[in-house]
Structure formats: C-alpha cells, structure tokens
C-alpha cells in the first residue's frame, strides 16, 4: 500500500513538472547556460524573456544556440517576411522551426529573427521602452541644464505604437525655464511586408526659436527601404498640419507643409555593446510656400551594466521663416544622461 501511494505520489510530480516545463518558454545559450520563463519580445536583435529566477532578462539574438516559444507570435523577419505561429527546436544548431497554423514548419536562424509581437491580449508582454535623465549643454543657454527624456514602445497583430518625450531646462537666478520640449504619439499600420501607414500627433516647444507651443500631426505612408541584420532604414511622407505660437504670443493659423522622415537604427552587441537610434525629418512649407524646417535628433547609447545605458544625444532644429521676434534660425545641443530600459 505505502508502495503505490510513493508511485502515485511521485507520478503526479513527475507528470506536474512535466506540464510546468511544457507551459515554459526556453532559452540556451551558447554557453550552456538556460533560461525558463515566458518570452515577451523581440525588436533589433534582442529578446526579452521572464525567467522564473532571474526575472526580467534582454538577451542577443548571436547567444542563442536553442529557442523555444509555445505561445503564438507575429513574427517578422530581417528579409520582410511575416508569419503567425510558435517555435519550436531545428535539426540545426542556432535555428528555429517556426509551426504555422497549418501545421506546416519553415525553418529560419534565429538571428533573422528582427521582432516578434505577442498575439495574446497581455498589455505589459507588449510594452518595452527606456527613461533617461541627465546633464545637457546648448546653444541657447551658456549653463548647466536638466534633461529627461523616455520612450515607450507598444505593438499589435497590426499596429505598432511609439510614445516619446524629452524636456531640457535650465534653472537660473532660482527660477526654472522650459527650454525645449518635445512630446510625440506614433503609430503605424502594416499594409504588407514593406509599405505602412502612419500618423503622429507632436508637441513642441524651442524657445530658441521663439517657439512657445507648436501643435503638430502627421498622415502619410511610410517604407521598410531596408531591413539587416543589425540596422534599419525606414522613410515616411505625407502632409503634415500645424499651429504654433510664438514667445510673444501670436498665433499662426493652420500650416500645411511636406514633411520627410527618415529613421534609422543601428545596433551592435559586440565590443563595445551600442545602439543608434536617429530621426531626421524635412518639412517643405505648402501654406508658407519657400519655408523649410528640419528637426533631426541621434541617441548613442553604450550598455554600462545590465539595464543600464549611457546616452549621448546630438539634436538640431532649423526654420528659414521661425516666427517674429525670433534672433535665430539655427537651435543645436548635447543631451547626456543615463539610461534605465525596460
């Protein structure tokens, strides 16, 4: 009797354990090492796993040599494909099988793997971004000036959306100025492999330019121009409408121009561990036929530890017709801070 109870017994654990594993995501490593969790996310050779010890880890796509995914995802790859399904083990040291719904398998190495969006409804496996805080120096201001800035990322079966936002003041003779502001919602919708559609909705302020608020939103459509390995180029166009006022309070009407966008991004995991991220936009004005503006902004970003980055940020603004009042049609400065990404 005590003998069937121990089989019984330890047939449940067996069979407990077996379950738990099956329900678990799995990572190893080149190294040996192995990771037991629920995989979030992938984006720009990267994938985030919940391990059950360690918690929350970013791991490089060149360290895995196994992956294993059971939940089902969208999975988009560095030459433009998109399938829908989970992953499973390859014949091939460092590749995946990717099971489709059909229960067909295609097999692809998991450093083409450029992101993977959760189709479960779990809001924060969808959610990743990143908070800074430093030191800045500009043009418009001889000193030492405060800088925070955050950028949050969220994606869908379809759409993938963008919050980012950066502040520099300055605090002089005890009195706090808002010096440059910029808050911006994106969002994109995926036509196919390569095309997209995408809006925004912009909050400026650049008091260097004698901007007190600017009121922006942008529709156009936009083109994967390259995707690789380890950097993306992608531009977007359209019409773009506006209203601004200026430091001494006047207000421009509806302003329609041109805008072109270009984002990049580029990323290296290996000596040294750095990420770029630029957005370089071109308005052409329409209702102020001849004015021309280029806001353009770069993040250098260099890991320290592990969720923790040095960035260094060069911007520019420009306008050959900035509103009355203005002294100057060039703004440029350095923004440094440190970096917590989630």
């Known amino acids: 009797m005590i003998r069937i109870s121990l089989i019984t017994v330890v047939s449940i654990c067996f069979f407990s354990f077996k379950s738990f594993s099956q329900n678990k ?85 998991i450093t083409q793997i450029f992101q993977l969006i959760s189709l479960e409804d779990n809001f924060f496996r969808r959610l990743n971004g990143n908070v800074s805080a430093g030191l800045s ?18 994606a869908t079966r379809l759409i993938n959306y963008q919050l980012t936002l950066s502040s520099i003041g300055s605090i002089d003779s005890g009195k706090y100025s808002r010096d440059n502001e910029n808050v911006q919602l994106y969002a994109a919708y995926d036509l196919n492999t390569s095309w997209f559609l995408a809006v925004a909705a912009q909050y400026q302020r650049n008091l260097e330019l004698s901007i007190s608020r600017r009121y922006l939103g942008i529709t156009g459509v936009g083109n994967k121009l390259f995707i690789e390995k380890t950097w993306r180029l992608l531009l977007i166009s359209g019409l773009s409408y506006s209203q601004e006022k200026s430091s001494e309070g006047v207000s421009s009407g ?77 703004d440029y400065g350095i923004v440094v801070g440190l970096s917590y990404k989630f």
């Open 254 to 330: 509806l302003l329609l121009e041109i805008p072109v966008v270009f984002q990049f991004n580029f990323y290296k995991f290996r000596n040294p561990d750095i990420q770029i991220s630029s957005n370089q936009t071109v308005y052409f004005g329409v209702t102020q036929s001849g004015r021309i503006r280029y806001d353009a902004s770069t993040t250098f970003s260099w890991q320290l530890i592990r969720y923790f980055y040095l960035n260094i940020s060069p911007y520019a603004n420009s306008d050959n017709r900035p509103p009355a009042g203005s002294l100057s049609t060039f």
């Open 137 to 154: 120096f500009t043009k418009s201001s001889n000193i030492g000036q405060l800088n925070f800035s955050a950028n949050v990322q969220y």
């Open 25 to 109: 995501d799995t990572i190893v490593l080149y190294n040996g090492q192995e990771l037991i969790g629920t995989i979030q996310s992938a984006n720009l050779g990267a994938i985030t796993i919940d391990d059950i010890d360690l918690k929350m880890l970013s791991v490089k796509l060149f360290k895995i040599k196994v992956l294993i995914v059971h939940e089902r995802f969208k999975i988009e790859t560095v030459d433009k494909h998109f399938f829908y399904g989970t992953m499973g083990t390859s014949d091939k040291t460092g590749w995946v099988d990717i099971n489709l719904s059909d229960s067909s398998k295609i097999p692809l190495h």
